[in-house]
């Protein structure tokens, strides 16, 4: 399904209270994901953060949502 | 040691196939297309129509609300939610998932595990 969805923004929500909104560019088997044109999140204070261009390499670690 | 009963029978047949490998201690398939409630890691909760899961126990889930925790807000379960549409949640961080209508019991599964 995630697959799918390459080339799509998508908005991934962490574990903690933090959101990454970018362009799927690829992803593992542990989806670790490889984003563009990253924009960051923090929920709660509702503030945009750095808007962090070029490729971002996100651990999947984190990641609770997609 | 004594198993404890579920709702549903096989409970034979569920034997041989503790045997292979990969074998879920949960069927979700009984849960596809009904409203479930999923816990995460970190205190959040979701509750969306489960349309699909892997092994891993990688969710999809549509129609997806999302509840967060405030700080005083212990389990209230707040008006802090958010919709989200389709959307797939990472097995590594889901800690509880239950039927949005309640509970259910299953066998205990963790009787013969001696394999370690």
New interface residues.
């Given amino acids: ?2 697959d799918k969805c390459t080339g799509s923004r998508i ?1 991934i ?1 962490m ?3 933090k959101e990454i909104l970018g362009t799927l560019l690829g992803f593992d088997d542990f ?1 670790n994901t490889v984003l563009e044109d990253v924009t960051e999140f923090e ?1 709660t204070p509702e503030g945009r953060r750095i808007t962090k261009l070029d490729q971002i390499l996100l651990n ?2 984190n ?4 | 040691m004594a198993s404890v009963g579920g709702g549903g029978g096989g409970a034979n047949k569920m034997a041989d196939k503790e045997k292979k490998k990969k074998e879920s201690i949960l069927d979700l398939s009984k849960y596809i297309d009904k409203t479930i409630r999923v816990k995460f890691q970190g205190g959040r909760e979701a509750s969306g129509v489960l349309k699909g899961f892997d092994p891993l126990l990688n969710l999809v889930l549509d129609g997806t609300i999302e509840y967060m925790r405030d700080p005083d807000d212990q389990y209230k379960l707040t008006e802090d939610t958010r919709q989200l549409g389709l959307v797939v949640c990472r097995g590594t961080s889901v800690v509880l998932i239950c039927p949005q209508d309640g509970m259910e019991a299953i066998p205990n599964p963790f009787i013969q595990q001696q394999d370690g």
Avoid: E, F, R
């Fill in positions: 399904l995630v908005h929500v574990k903690s209270d989806v929920i999947g670690n990641i609770t949502m997609v």
